[in-house]
T-cell receptor, first 116, second 113 residues
Framework: DTAVSQTPKYLVTQMGNDKSIKCEQNLGHDTMYWYKQDSKKFLKIMFSYNNKELIINETVPNRFSPKSPDKAHLNLHINSLELGDSAVYFC???????????????FGPGTRLTVL | LAKTTQPISMDSYEGQEVNITCSHNNIATNDYITWYQQFPSQGPRFIIQGYKTKVTNEVASLFIPADRKSSTLSLPRVSLSDTAVYYCLVGVPRAGGGNKLTFGTGTQLKVEL
């Protein structure tokens, strides 16, 4: 009964490939997010969706395309993977919409992506 | 571009009080300050949130001065299990409007016997 789940937990792939990471939340929240945590542990927001609608895109390369089939799911597809994409990607969700008021967020366990 | 900064690391001993400060001098006027804890190979976990003055819950206190340009997370009587990375999270005004969720640089707390 994990609140926010992500699959896969680990992803190792070659440069140039396309890959997807899936996220699901069973908290009934309206807003979901994707974050990237680099090797120095810096956390940066990438996207935010509210009720399946994109509300924040923090100048992420268009190789990254989030998709929200319903408000409980937010998937991240990455095209033409590059070495610099190697990081841990976290999905999160929060109750309220807007995504920019610091609402309490619940994070998934993360997906460690390694691009060779 | 002003960053949301924290000390890189702090060391403490069991039973001591630990105070971790986050500097966020360009915080949005309408946004809250939230602190998260992260253990290795896990996602961040909510600790406490506040807007101004002082907030206390069962695990921590949060002190916010009147100008809100910084905040201090206070952990009373830490134990070994409090060894983790601690992040502040604030909203910073975005050039195009709205606020950008910005995590602090993170503080690695190490608690020893």
């Amino acid at each position: 009964d994990t609140a926010v789940s992500q699959t896969p937990k680990y992803l190792v792939t070659q440069m140039g490939n396309d890959k997807s990471i899936k996220c699901e939340q069973n908290l009934g929240h309206d807003t979901m997010y994707w974050y990237k945590q680099d090797s120095k542990k810096f956390l940066k927001i990438m996207f935010s969706y509210n009720n399946k609608e994109l509300i924040i895109n923090e100048t992420v390369p268009n190789r990254f395309s989030p998709k929200s089939p319903d408000k409980a799911h937010l998937n991240l597809h990455i095209n033409s993977l590059e070495l610099g994409d190697s990081a841990v990607y976290f999905c999160a969700s929060s109750q309220d919409g807007g995504g920019d008021r610091g609402d309490t967020q619940y994070f998934g366990p993360g997906t460690r992506l390694t691009v060779l | 571009l002003a960053k949301t900064t924290q000390p890189i690391s702090m060391d403490s001993y069991e039973g001591q009080e630990v105070n971790i400060t986050c500097s966020h001098n360009n915080i949005a006027t309408n946004d809250y300050i939230t602190w998260y804890q992260q253990f290795p190979s896990q996602g961040p976990r909510f600790i406490i949130q506040g807007y101004k003055t002082k907030v206390t819950n069962e695990v921590a206190s949060l002190f916010i001065p009147a100008d809100r340009k910084s905040s201090t997370l206070s952990l009373p009587r830490v134990s070994l299990s409090d060894t983790a990375v601690y992040y502040c999270l604030v909203g910073v005004p975005r050039a195009g409007g709205g606020n950008k969720l910005t995590f602090g640089t993170g503080t690695q707390l190490k608690v020893e016997l």
